[in-house]
């Protein structure tokens, strides 16, 4: 998947990734249509530390999820 262009499809894909990846059960809170393309950039970079990291903490979970809760429109 090319991520470079600022598409819905891309943010569709980056969302969907980072929701199986922390295991979000409540899928239905996390949304692409939540992201407007003005944050893509910031989700791209949220994107990239779940897709490399294979362990994440309670508190590195938190804050992932807090900022995604502060990109949404």
């Not at 979000?24 to 996390?30: D, E, M, P, Q, Y």
């Not at 003005?38 to 779940?50: C, G, N, P, Q, W």
Request: aromatic letters at 6%.
């Amino acid at each position: 998947m090319d991520l470079k262009e600022k598409k819905v499809e891309n943010i569709e894909y980056m969302v969907t990734e980072i929701t199986t990846k922390l295991r979000i059960l409540n899928a239905g809170v996390l949304k692409s249509s939540h992201f407007s393309e003005e944050a893509y950039e910031e989700l791209k970079d949220i994107y990239m530390l779940v897709k490399n990291k294979d362990h994440f903490s309670i508190s590195e979970m938190q804050a992932i999820a807090e900022e995604l809760g502060n990109l949404r429109k």
